[in-house]
């Protein structure tokens, strides 16, 4: 006996629910074109603001970059040498009875005999690049050469070749281009700055108590001072 398929049969209910819901849908309705008009150049005006704003911090920022790092580099160059030279004046650098900052005739490369301020580094120093093993008992001059920046001449007591040989040189930073030295005269109580080395009435060159360095990029010009570490104002050694 064959099967009737089910019929579905709506009732006037359904067909009401069927009207509402098809009034509801056409109810809706989505954004117009001046509205997305006007949201595009909202959206807009605020990319270009934004932009202009970001550009403008990044001009002022790149402005004073130079001005930064120079003034980043006097600091770390004068730190170095303020460093270097304390340890040089300070025990176990420095020995009983001597002048651990004095002035000697060095010899460059260039073979022109020179008065420059010297002292002795025992361990050596970072700067140093030994075409072998580094070597201790290391004695440091410094001269500034035009053109070139400050100097650093070094050599080791140790090499065989320490009192005929010119000492190997380093540049510390072609960014200074002069050096000057401070004299503090206790008769008058005041400083005098010197571009030359100070004689006494001997006529030998006096050991100044500042270094005075100045450094040159462009326009820009700054200043440092070093105060050389005395004797007397090194530690007791025992």
């Known amino acids: 006996m064959k099967r009737r398929p089910p019929t579905t049969r709506l009732s006037p209910a359904g067909d009401a629910s ?9 109810g809706r309705r989505g954004f117009t074109l001046l509205e997305i008009l006007l949201a595009l150049a909202l959206v807009s005006l605020l990319l270009v603001s934004m932009n202009t704003f970001i550009f403008s911090m990044g001009e002022l920022w790149g402005q004073r970059t130079d001005v930064r790092l120079f003034d980043q580099h006097v600091r770390a160059v004068t730190r170095f040498l303020d460093n270097e030279l304390r340890t040089s004046a300070l ?4 020995r009983p009875n001597s002048t651990p900052i004095a002035l000697q005739e060095i010899r460059p490369q260039n073979g022109l005999m020179e008065k420059m301020l010297t002292f002795e580094l025992p361990a050596g120093s970072r700067l140093f690049s030994w075409p072998e093993r580094p070597l201790p008992e290391v004695v ?32 510390v930073t072609p960014l200074v281009s002069a050096l000057a ?4 005269d206790a008769d008058a109580r005041r400083w005098t700055t010197e571009t030359t080395l100070k004689m006494d ?10 270094l005075r360095l100045k450094f040159t990029y462009g326009r820009l ?18």
């Not at 001449?153 to 190997?168: G, Q, V, Y």
Request: with cysteine; hydrophobic share 30%; aromatic share 8%.
């Open 91 to 94: 025990p176990p650098a420095a």
């Open 201 to 210: 009435p001997q006529g030998q060159p006096l050991t100044p108590q500042r």
């Open 18 to 26: 069927l009207g509402l819901t098809g009034q509801a849908d056409s």
């Open 140 to 171: 440091c001059s410094l001269q500034v050469r035009p053109n070139e920046g400050l100097i650093l001449l070094w050599h080791s007591r140790l090499e065989k070749n320490f009192e005929t040989d010119s000492p190997r040189e380093t540049v």
């Open 181 to 184: 030295y401070d004299y503090y």
């Open 221 to 238: 010009t700054r200043e440092s001072v070093i105060t050389l570490t005395t004797p007397g104002q090194a530690m007791p050694m025992f």
